[in-house]
T-cell receptor
Framework: NAGVMQNPRHLVRRRGQEARLRCSPM?????VYWYRQLPEEGLKFMVY????????ESGMPKERFSAEFPKEGPSILRIQQVVRGDSAAYFC?????????????FGPGTRLTVL | GDSVTQMEGPVTLSEEAFLTINCTYT??????LFWYVQYPGEGLQLLLK?????DKGSNKGFEATYRKETTSFHLEKGSVQVSDSAVYFC???????FGTGTRLTIIP
């Protein structure tokens, strides 16, 4: 059973460009969470999604950031018009649909660098 | 709101030393508590967890006990190894609220 997969692992963008980060949850998992880790800081919750639904986006910046988890395909975290302050590691985690565990399983992360 | 206060790092210990990393929390209700470990260049891995008061989570020689009376979940290990060098995060509940992390370095 493959773990949570994220791609790309490293992403470089210039200011003003768009960044698209992908997350494929573990097989059988239908809950996806996105976190951001700024340099030398802990992880901060951004958004919690189930298939085709955003359940909690209380940690998402109000502008430029969006997330989706379509019926088919990976979850996407999209950052429009990136700025230097968006440089961080973005982690995705997944957990099972049936709520059998509150444990989240993390992907390896995407390290975004904005030049 | 919910919060986690974690022992500041970095922590440097000699191999075979005893380790304690403090973690206290503020939360309504009875959250589940977790310790995650992040090795260099990798994502977080669940180390251990506890879901109710007085539960003890344990894994790879690490232990932590859910103490409701002191709202704490301190991580301990009796004899650390060089391979334990990593960043350790305390967290609570499903929408994981993380501490800031403690960087641990073990020297041979």
């Amino acid at each position: 059973n493959a773990g949570v997969m994220q791609n790309p692992r490293h992403l470089v963008r210039r200011r003003g460009q768009e960044a698209r980060l992908r997350c494929s949850p573990m097989k059988g998992h239908s809950h996806v969470y996105w976190y951001r880790q700024l340099p030398e800081e802990g992880l901060k919750f951004m958004v919690y999604l189930q298939k085709e639904n955003i359940i909690d986006e209380s940690g998402m910046p109000k502008e430029r950031f969006s997330a989706e988890f379509p019926k088919e395909g990976p979850s996407i975290l999209r950052i429009q018009q990136v700025v230097r302050g968006d440089s961080a590691a973005y982690f995705c985690a997944s957990s099972p649909l049936d709520g059998s565990t509150d444990t989240q399983y993390f992907g390896p992360g995407t390290r975004l660098t904005v030049l | 709101g919910d919060s986690v206060t974690q022992m500041e790092g970095p922590v440097t210990l000699s191999e075979e030393a005893f380790l304690t990393i403090n973690c206290t929390y503020t939360a309504t209700g009875y959250p589940s508590l977790f310790w995650y470990v992040q090795y260099p260049g990798e994502g977080l891995q669940l180390l251990l967890k506890a879901t109710k008061a007085d539960d003890k989570g344990s894994n790879k020689g690490f232990e932590a006990t859910y103490r409701k009376e002191t709202t704490s979940f301190h991580l301990e290990k009796g004899s650390v190894q060089v391979s334990d060098s990593a960043v350790y995060f305390c967290a609570l509940d499903e929408k994981l609220t993380f501490g800031t992390g403690t960087r641990l370095t073990i020297i041979p």
